[in-house]
């Protein structure tokens, strides 16, 4: 297989981005379930100071470099001493073919020794997909690579239920407006088990992140979601893999 286009052996622009790593956490073991990569500049700026840099015309070469800093920096930060998953946030309108735009990251994998059935890919994307039937394709052929894949925020913005109609991801990540004081919102509580239980019929698996307190967690799980996230559990850490500061309480309110 060709190795894809120039731009995906060599991002033709450079840019000067780390990662901060944040754990999703199995609130049935106590265990860390995946780290998403975040991104940073190099010497821990925003998110939002970086993604202010990315345009029609570099955003292409961003997602690329983005995955390669995702990859190497988990790995530098010791992923492989665990078993956990690396889910790596994607824009979908910067993969032009699935299968020549994966090449890149898989070389990534293959030289740090990552293995590719432990990266999911998180579609995020602030602006309307006018193309479902290509991100329909990329989600697809990423699965049948073997990846997983989530829809991040779901429930704002663009990311509702008629994407979801379209495209089946294996996780659906619930926009933390949703997750927010939801011990103390029957709405909330109503949807998100709505949710849940639209997900559990197609087959995907639902992941609540922003999670602040234990109330959240617990009603969370008594929801049905396994998956959590959420500075209760740990902030995100620059160029490193945190310690779970509620394992402990976590398991109880399992």
Do not use: W
């Not at 998110?47 to 202010?52: F, I, K, P, R, T």
């Not at 889910?87 to 994998?109: D, E, G, K, M």
């Not at 959240?216 to 310690?243: D, N, S, V």
Request: glycine fraction near 8%; proline fraction near 3%; charge should be negative.
């Amino acid at each position: 297989m060709k190795t894809g286009c120039q731009g995906c052996r060599a991002p033709e622009h450079d840019f000067a981005i780390a990662m901060a790593f944040q754990p999703i956490v199995d609130c049935e073991t106590g265990e860390v379930f995946a780290y998403e990569a975040l991104v940073r500049g190099m010497n821990g700026e925003g998110a939002e100071e970086v993604l202010g840099g990315v345009n029609d015309a570099n955003r292409y070469a961003f997602d690329q470099r983005c995955r390669i800093a995702a990859i190497r920096g988990a790995v530098d930060a010791g992923i492989l001493e665990t078993q956990a998953r690396l889910s790596i946030n994607f824009l979908p309108n910067a993969v032009y073919s699935p299968l020549a735009c994966i090449q890149l990251t898989l070389a990534t994998a293959r030289e740090v020794g990552f293995p590719t059935e432990r990266l999911i890919f998180e579609l995020t994307e602030n602006e309307q997909i006018d193309d479902a039937d290509h991100v329909r394709r990329i989600v697809d052929t990423y699965q049948q690579m073997g990846f997983g894949t989530a829809m991040d925020d779901f429930g704002a913005g663009h990311a509702g239920l008629g994407l979801l109609s379209r495209i089946q991801t294996d996780y659906l990540k619930l926009d933390m407006e949703l997750v927010r004081e939801i011990d103390r919102s029957k709405p909330k509580r109503v949807i998100v088990e709505g949710v849940v239980r639209i997900a559990k019929r197609l087959g995907i698996t639902v992941i609540a992140e922003g999670i602040e307190t234990l109330a959240e967690a617990q009603t969370l799980h008594l929801l049905g979601i396994r998956y959590l996230q959420g500075f209760y559990f740990a902030r995100p850490a620059f160029r490193a893999l945190p310690e779970i500061e509620a394992s402990a309480r976590l398991r109880d309110a399992a």
